[in-house]
């Protein structure tokens, strides 16, 4: 155990770590927004009256959650462009991946949070003259948003760990630089300690915040 | 309009057949170390004692937030330099899998220990039992019962993250069809194969659950 660790090449290299932390956040702002938000319409198309559109969403979510996500990311970067005449970038692929993925899980998190709000509420507004999608939008969903928040930050939080995939087809990325450096300076030790010990800082205070957020719906509710 | 063509697919199918049974071997290691260590966990975190409690605290905690890619860079490239050992990608995947579920698999146990009424522990307590044997006979036995659902969800998502050791050259169904893709210049066909194969696997495993999860839930003590 006599190895003498020596972080100051790794802080040599600080700002290919922090252009790589760049291409992390912007990954994980875009499968964010998109997972999410796409996770809420296929919730939506898994409540529809219609079969075709029902069916849809099932197959979606069930395709989505069981095949894992590298495998996801690796079909678009490298099938798809079989199917469809245009170069898919790493970028791309990693957004197709994650965010497709991401959305069928949120779908089902939505979709719990819907389930929960008693039935008597839907009626009770359709009584008084609202549409179904009134009721969905002034009711039901701000009650249920509220519900499944803490689920959704975890959520969001397993999406920042998954950007670290798209370094397989080498978006640059804070694990795609990290290879870099320690390839360079023979240094992977210190390299992906570093690495690790940031996303820990930057995802541990989320983590504390969703706990915070679960233990106060618990007593609110 | 592509042609699809899947016969170098199944001309090489014994290979990704193989890369999936080693798929499965490594997800069953995991779990067989995985389930142990997160019991451990779990029981350091819950004990009284501050010296057991915060390491373990800690082993959860960095293992549940960082993510599985770079803990595996980790234990391949950084943990040789300082244990002078060789290491494998297999062995290395092994190491990491088993904490990382180890960790997540230490708070589903930790939810079912506490989900048991404290009375029935200070129960077994007053008519002569010691900590450990109440622990051993009156509370896991329902706890692991509870916890079921949570454990088999856990251990799918276990298998999805085996395939994470492709990128560390280890022979699993995934790193197989890259290679194979590559070979056969048929990267359609083949990823999209190996996709099947994993939803047939892990739909298999999660229907197979739902089952057992049913037969528990008629013998009564489920949670909800």
């Known amino acids: 155990m006599s190895y003498r660790w020596d972080f100051a090449p790794v802080l040599d290299n600080w700002q290919a770590l922090a252009f790589g932390a760049i291409g992390t956040v912007r990954l994980f702002l875009v499968c964010l927004v998109l997972g999410l938000s796409l996770g809420l319409v296929v919730a939506l198309m898994r409540r529809s009256r219609h079969g075709v559109l029902r069916w849809l969403a099932i197959g979606f979510i069930e395709l989505f959650r069981n095949t894992p996500v590298l495998v996801q990311i690796l079909w678009f970067y490298f099938a798809l462009p079989m199917l469809v005449p245009v170069e898919i970038s790493p970028f791309g692929a990693a957004i197709l991946g994650i965010s497709l993925n991401s959305a069928a899980y949120s779908a089902e998190i939505y979709r719990a949070g819907i389930q929960s709000i008693e039935p008597g509420q839907w009626e009770a507004a359709r009584a008084i003259g609202m549409t179904g999608l009134q009721v969905l939008r002034r009711i039901v969903l701000p009650q249920a948003l509220r519900r499944v928040l803490p689920a959704l930050t975890n959520r969001g939080i397993e999406i920042f760990k998954m950007t670290t995939l798209a370094s397989v087809v080498a978006y640059v990325e804070l694990l795609q630089q990290g290879k870099l450096v320690a390839s360079l300076n023979f240094n992977p030790l210190e390299v992906y300690t570093v690495i690790g010990a940031l996303f820990f800082l930057l995802l541990y205070p989320l983590v504390r915040a969703t706990y915070a957020l679960e233990r106060r719906l618990a007593r609110s509710d | ?224």
């Open chain 2, 1 to 224: 309009m592509y042609r699809w063509d899947f016969s170098p697919v199944i001309a090489n199918g014994d290979l990704l057949l193989a890369g999936l049974a080693n798929t499965l071997a490594l997800t069953g290691v995991a779990l067989a170390g995985g389930i142990p260590v997160g019991l451990a966990l779990a029981l350091a975190r819950l004990s009284g004692s501050r010296f057991l409690s915060a390491p373990a605290g800690v082993v959860i905690e960095v293992f549940r937030t960082t993510p599985p890619l770079v803990q595996l860079f980790w234990f391949y490239f950084g943990l040789p330099i300082v244990l002078k050992v060789e290491m494998t990608p297999y062995l290395a995947a092994a190491l990491t899998f088993t904490i990382q579920s180890g960790a997540f698999f230490a708070e589903i146990f930790r939810a079912g220990i506490v989900s048991v009424d404290r009375g029935q522990r200070e129960a077994a307590r007053a008519i002569g039992m010691t900590e450990a044997q109440a622990m051993r006979r009156i509370v896991l036995p329902q706890a692991v019962k509870r916890m079921f659902p949570a454990m088999m969800e856990r251990s799918i998502e276990l298998m999805k993250t085996t395939t994470l050791v492709a990128t560390v050259s280890y022979a699993d169904l995934l790193y197989q069809a890259n290679e194979l893709a590559q070979k056969t210049f048929r990267p359609l066909e083949v990823f999209t194969a190996a996709a099947l194969m994993y939803l047939v696997t892990i739909s298999l495993v999660s229907a197979i659950a739902a089952l057992v999860e049913r037969r528990m839930a008629v013998s009564g003590e489920m949670a909800r």
